[in-house]
């Protein structure tokens, strides 16, 4: 890669915050969202996959541990993108905020 550094695959990251996962679940239908994100989903009255847009039959979550060890090894490693392995608070970058866009 340019300049040694990797890029964050998409599926670390949650379609909700487009942030990386740090506690990742997965709903019914097999997508997988950040857990707090998809419980701030849920609590709106939703009952929707926010990414296929199809009713959950059920809005039970399942603890994605596999994918959570991957993601910690992938940020761990020195190829891993800066902002990742030295993180700044979400609040103090206005950068950060507008990358996420609305929920």
């Not at 990251?13 to 998809?38: F, H, M, N, S, W």
């Not at 190829?79 to 866009?101: F, K």
């Amino acid at each position: 890669p340019p300049g040694g550094v990797t890029a964050v695959p998409k599926g670390f990251k949650c379609p909700l915050t487009l942030q990386v996962l740090q506690d990742p679940v997965a709903t019914c239908d097999g997508q997988v969202y950040e857990r707090r994100a998809i419980e701030m989903w849920f609590q709106q009255g939703r009952r929707s996959s926010p990414v296929t847009g199809l009713e959950l039959s059920t809005l039970t979550l399942t603890p994605q541990l596999a994918l959570q060890a991957a993601i910690a090894a992938f940020v761990s490693h020195p190829s891993a993108p800066q902002e990742l392995t030295n993180p700044s608070p979400r609040r103090l970058s206005s950068a950060g905020a507008a990358a996420a866009g609305p929920p």
